[in-house]
Nanobody
């Protein structure tokens, strides 16, 4: 049974870097065909796709955050990571990692999510 668990700081100050980790169990992140994704949701807003990385290492990042966002695989730890520098209060959200075969859809398995608040 595949499971995903997010981890990271709950509070980040404006202009700092947000780093989140998703630990995957029940499969290896190198399994062919899998796409590993980060999404977030703020209160009262729809789920926002941030970016996806494939097992090949190819990544797809939302255009509006592409210049400051990176997603990476850590195959030794069976994890994938999100790095979001220069955060602002509008980056406050619940962040989820997700995984599944093919490009991300809302039906992909996701973790429980981790709340991130950007505030000084």
């Amino acid at each position: 049974q595949v499971q995903l668990v997010e981890s990271g700081p709950g509070l980040v100050k404006p202009s700092q870097t947000l780093s989140l980790t998703c630990t995957v169990s029940g499969t290896t992140i190198r399994t062919s065909g899998y796409h590993w994704t980060w999404i977030r949701q703020s209160p009262g807003k729809e789920v926002e796709w941030i970016g996806t990385i494939r097992t090949t290492g190819t990544d797809y990042i939302k255009l509006s955050v592409r210049s400051r966002t990176s997603i990476s695989l850590d195959t030794r730890k069976n994890q994938f990571n999100l790095n979001l520098p220069s955060v602002a209060p509008e980056d406050t959200a619940k962040y989820f990692c997700a995984g599944g075969i093919g490009p991300w859809t809302p039906s992909h398995l996701r973790g429980q999510g981790t709340q991130v608040t950007v505030a000084s």
